[in-house]
């Protein structure tokens, strides 16, 4: 047999192995950290912090107020630089970039969708004048702004009311369009913080839908930020944010059976960071009264824990 140490090295001989092959990371933090210090207070935001997002998915990033996960958008968007460790979005280096770069990093590389429609879209111009206008600031060619235009509109679903300005057009229609001037300069990646928070769950849908479609056709890895749990559940990984740290992920992913029939199936895990540490759902902590310390034991296939008994008899 051999011992705990042969296996350790084994399987993470293996677990690298995996790595590599799979090292398509779009998006990738490494122990991010963001302290904001206000009157002499700090206040740590992201307590060492690791994500990796895959080219081409999309996904759902779930948290309380205050847990640090529109602080992580506005690292990823280069509006904010993180305090230490490292970040970088589809090759970029958040933390090396100057001025000059970061400005070319919002406008080509990561498309922006604000909760408020006044934030992404102006309203003096039609729907089809706010898609074009990030491109005439690329100073793109006009028969390239018109067919990217059109292709949008269509993509989105706003077609139909693209002549329209911006107040005349309902806030799911506002939403759908300013998906549209998200994605005018192709973006690899494209970013929205609370998108639905704003809209009822119908009009919330249709825009999801849309975002759904855009990725699913142009292949931009989107990132969504959200509460709400509806909004959450229509994307098949869902990232927690707790207390500045990744803490859980639920995988969603459609499975048939033997009689041919198809199921949605979700499934929670618990995300360890590359310091060994992991969060254990809330429920588990208070189901077992784990407090303090725990005992681990590494079996073959899973490593147990349990309270540590003898501690509490030390304290009482």
Known sequence: MPGIDEVIAAR????????GERDDAMIRCDRLVRIF?????????LQGLDLILRRGELTALVGASGSGKSTLLNILAALDLPTGGQASVAGHDLLTMGAKERLAYRRFTVGFLW?????????QLTARENIELPMQLARA??????????????????ADVSDRLIPELSGGQQQRAAIGVA???EPSVLLADEPTGELD?????EV?????????QTGVTVLVVTHDPAVSEQVNRTIAIRDGRISTEVLRRIATDEHGQQAHHAEEYSVLDRAGRLQLPRDYIDALALRDRVRLSLEDTHVGVWPDRASRREDT
């Open 12 to 19: 993470r001989a293996a677990a690298a192995g995996q790595a």
């Open 208 to 216: 999801f839908a849309a975002l759904r479609s855009v990725n699913a």
């Open 183 to 185: 994605l005018a300069n």
């Open 141 to 158: 060619g006009r028969k390239q702004r018109v067919q990217r235009t059109q292709e949008l509109l269509d993509l989105v679903g706003v």
């Open 37 to 45: 210090s206000v009157g002499g207070v700090e206040t740590q935001a």
């Open 201 to 205: 769950t119908e009009t919330a849908d």
């Open 115 to 123: 909760q408020q429609t006044a934030r992404n879209l102006l309203a």
